[in-house]
């Protein structure tokens, strides 16, 4: 379990750039705090925060009771007295049961007091499919907070964004709803060196993650290695070049890296692992038609989870995700149209 | 148990006999769970109800079976296998197989099965304490005497919904029991970091609901007390509220390897010193209900039967996957494909 001793010495997984993040942060700025179930003595139920109430104190690094709800809004009252927060979900699925202090307290303070007030809270989690986890321990719900004005959200794909938003994040002052994705984070694939000194991956900034002219995959979180799989397939049985672009942010969203992409590739497969209707695939296709409508060649296409419930039996459970399949088919789809 | 005069039995051969044996059954049905889980057959999360059992046989054997209404959280397997599921339904749920009682869309936390009025199995902690309450609502709205037994954890009592929930049963004098399965953690936290007071049987006081805090690692005590409250709840018309010690042996979830963060070895193994099915072992040979050879006759037979049970379930087919598209609306389906 010990997190410093999954990869060697050198490269870290996506979990330890995390709790590196929060330790650095922590150390940096003594007016951080941390709220959330069991990651205090425990770690945390996936052990983000491993070792980061002994280091700096349980007046620092709060075990908290079974009330989502209040943990937001501790989180957010201690902000308005000057703390910064980092307000874990222990998963994100669970994040429902404090949406209220979230949607409508927490994302609306700095507008109704004409700015007076700034909320440095940051809501993160665990999130995401692909592990048998079922309706309650699966879900992707970040179409919810895009969809709430005031709201900032983030979702890495790698280590080193993993850090350097977690850091950004918690510098930028407004509310950011952090989605970790779950299944990466002791992937020891994806692990990599991350640099000695302090850095940050600003919000809002998109990777492209390979180059390619033909089409262009955009996509963030685990779906991200997905397309690079399906580019691969494009490439390799069909001699298709796929660009894939990581947006990391979806507010804000960096829309200059979309379209430079499709005044190259003009064609556009958008995935996403929520389920389609009103998921953020659905808005980033119409800002690409509504913005870039001449760029296009081909209709933009989205792939996603279906519209039904996350199941438990394994095989029902990679049916309704986006699979390197889908994606493959939705790529020739925009590539021969 | 030497020099000491036999204990006086309240309740016949046979009913002891009958509870030794399904809290047996159930305990190894639970460590076969664990082998699916560290297998791989048995999805992403799994939570175990050993140490637990006389919750679920003290107070489901005490009820009027297929007519009062069970919900409980995400710990369920137990409740189902002693409200009468079928034990292959229940473990090719849990393998996410065909047979399973939904079909293998559900899963470990989220057991349902209707002929035997159990509502679930739910992985939000504390949702289901208001879900409880409709149950217990639609009852006396209908002018039945049904009771709802909801069982939740110690952990689940902070949620803030358990205290609507509270209010409402109050206010309306609603035919509910309210289990508090006090087991010490949440998870990984224990009571005395997550909750203000410990006791939570006081959690009732402020809606004038009845309460008390009830031992419940023997499973002769945890019947007498809840065919009391039953009958109370059941003719009163009144909410209660029980919080019942209890203690899990092993982690909170299958995946659990942390549990030295949280507990020591030594706690366990007093806790352990108490196990209801040892407990009962010891009142079977007291009173030659069976004989030692006849108990262990018993643990092989069930052992076989778990194992054939597992190996039927794992044979048996995956749901196919055009199955996702049903059941999520009464009447339509999701657009196909996309």
Redesign the interface.
């Known amino acids: 379990?010990a997190v410093a001793q999954q990869v060697g010495t050198v490269k870290k997984n996506y979990l330890q750039a995390l709790n590196e993040a929060l330790r650095e942060e922590m150390a940096r700025n003594e007016d951080l705090l941390l709220l959330g179930?069991?990651i205090?003595?425990?770690?945390g139920?996936f052990g983000v925060t491993e070792g980061l109430q002994e280091e700096f104190g349980g007046h620092r690094v709060y075990?908290?009771?079974?009330?989502e709800?209040?943990i937001v809004g501790v989180a957010v009252g201690a902000a308005l007295n000057g703390k910064t927060v980092m307000a874990e979900m222990q998963f994100i699925?669970?994040i429902?049961?404090g949406f209220d202090q979230i949607v409508n307290m927490m994302a609306t303070y700095h507008y109704r007091t004409a700015g007076e007030v700034n909320i440095p809270v940051v809501v993160r989690g665990p999130a995401g499919g692909y592990?048998?986890?079922?309706?309650?321990?699966?879900q992707m719900n970040e179409a919810w907070f895009c969809h709430s004005p005031g709201l900032k959200v983030v979702c890495p794909s790698t280590p080193y964004d993993a850090k350097g938003l977690m850091k950004a994040a918690l510098r930028d002052g407004n509310p950011v709803i952090f989605y970790e994705i779950k299944e990466l984070y002791r992937l020891n694939s994806i692990a990599e060196e991350l640099p000695e000194e302090d850095y940050t991956v600003p919000l809002g900034k998109a990777a492209i993650r390979r180059s390619g002219k033909d089409l262009t995959f955009v996509t963030y979180g685990n779906n991200v290695y997905h397309c690079l799989e399906a580019a691969e397939v494009l490439f390799k049985e069909h001699g298709i070049d796929a660009e894939v672009i990581d947006i990391r942010s979806l507010v804000p969203l960096d829309e200059e890296t979309i379209y430079t992409s499709l005044g190259k590739t003009n064609r556009v497969v958008v995935v996403n692992e929520a389920p389609?209707t009103c998921g953020f695939a659905g808005e980033i296709v119409a800002r690409i038609t509504n913005n870039a409508f001449d760029l296009l060649d081909a209709p933009p296409l989205?792939?996603?989870r279906?519209?039904?419930?996350v199941?438990?039996?394994?095989?029902?459970e990679s049916?309704?995700l986006p699979g390197v399949d889908k994606i493959v088919a939705a790529g020739l789809r925009v590539a021969r149209f | 148990m030497t020099n000491k005069a036999p204990t006086k039995l309240d309740f016949p051969a046979s009913l002891i006999k009958h509870d030794y044996e399904e809290m047996l059954f159930m305990r190894i049905f639970e460590e076969k769970c664990q082998f699916a889980f560290r297998n791989g057959k048995a999805g992403g999360y799994l939570h175990l109800y050993v140490g637990m059992e006389p919750l679920a046989t003290g107070w489901l054997n005490s009820i009027r079976k297929g007519y009062d209404y069970v919900i409980t959280a995400y710990r369920d397997h137990g409740h189902a296998l002693v409200l009468g599921s079928d034990p292959l339904a229940v473990m090719c749920e849990i393998l996410g197989r065909k047979g399973g009682l939904s079909n293998g869309k559900g899963g470990s936390m989220h057991l349902y099965d209707a002929e035997h009025q159990l509502y679930g199995g739910w992985g939000i902690v504390g949702a289901h304490t208001a879900l409880g309450l409709g149950l217990a609502f639609a009852a006396k709205y209908r002018g039945e005497d049904r009771v709802t037994l909801c069982y939740l954890g110690d952990g689940a009592a902070n949620a803030g919904i358990f205290y609507e929930s509270l209010n409402m049963a109050g206010l309306w004098d609603l035919p509910i029991i309210y289990i508090i399965e006090n087991n010490y953690f949440a998870m990984g936290t224990r009571l005395e970091y997550h909750a203000a007071d410990t006791n939570l049987s006081k959690r009732g006081y402020p809606f004038g609901i009845e309460s008390e805090q009830l031992d419940s690692m023997d499973v002769m005590e945890v019947r007498k007390d809840a065919a009391r409250i039953i009958e109370m709840v059941r003719k009163e018309q009144k909410p209660y509220l029980v919080e019942a010690l209890t203690y899990r042996f092993v982690g909170h979830g299958a995946a659990d390897n942390s549990q030295e963060l949280y507990r020591t070895k030594e706690e366990v193994a007093k806790a352990r010193k108490r196990d209801p099915i040892h407990l009962l072992h010891d009142v079977i040979l007291e009173h030659n209900i069976l004989t030692q050879g006849e108990l262990e006759a018993l643990e092989e037979k069930f052992r076989a039967e778990v194992d054939e049970i597992y190996a039927k379930a794992e044979a048996s087919p995956h749901p196919d996957p055009e199955d996702v598209y049903t059941n999520v609306y009464t009447d339509i389906s999701p657009e196909v494909g996309h």
């Open positions: 379990m179930e069991d205090g003595i425990l770690g139920a075990d908290m009771p079974i009330s709800a209040a699925d669970f429902s049961c592990g048998g986890g079922a309706l309650y321990h699966s389609m989205r792939v996603t279906l519209d039904t419930p199941p438990w039996a394994k095989p029902l049916f309704v």
